[in-house]
């Protein structure tokens, strides 16, 4: 092969490397095709492990109250709220309050919203209510807006 015939087939090879618009186009089409069937698929997932969680904090809260119950003969006070859970509230006998508390501390909602207590309850027969108000973080609503709360 001579030189000029060599370097005419590397200036082919050269010219025909890389891909065109039209394959990076139909690549990129395909990539958010996939990209969202994913994200139809994956996102109501979170929103049933937020629920579960706030399910699962609510009776741990609700635990947590029936011990304080125990021990102090009563539920705390709405004023005294949750937070009676984790320090001992002023007026309660000292001797009587679990060393350490009831929790460690009392956490928000999966959606960053402070967990709701009422002493005497209304929608729980009478004792207690703790609840979260869901993911709008105001009362009521349906699906992932509802109340989650001891009364289920």
């Known amino acids: 092969m ?4 060599e370097a005419t ?5 050269r010219k025909q490397a890389g ?29 049933r492990s937020r629920v579960t969680k706030a399910r699962a904090d609510v009776a741990n809260l609700e635990n947590a109250l ?6 102090l003969y009563t539920y705390p006070s ?10 001992p509230p002023p007026g309660v006998d000292a001797t009587l309050y679990r060393p350490g508390g009831y929790i460690r501390r009392v956490q928000n909602d999966p959606w960053g919203n402070p967990y709701q207590y009422a002493f005497p309850g209304t929608r729980s027969g009478g004792r207690f209510d703790v ?3 869901g993911a709008d973080g ?11 709360g001891n009364w289920e």
């Open 2 to 5: 001579s030189p000029e015939t």
């Open 78 to 87: 709405s004023e005294q709220g949750l937070a009676a859970l984790s320090a």
């Open 66 to 71: 029936e011990q304080y119950s125990l021990d």
């Open 19 to 47: 891909f065109s618009l039209v394959e990076l186009m139909v690549v990129v089409f395909i990539m958010g095709l996939l990209a969202t069937l994913i994200i139809v698929n994956v996102a109501p997932v979170g929103d």
């Open 131 to 133: 609840f979260s108000f």
């Open 138 to 148: 105001k009362p009521g609503g349906e699906g992932n807006d509802a109340d989650i």
């Open 9 to 13: 087939t590397t200036d082919r090879r």
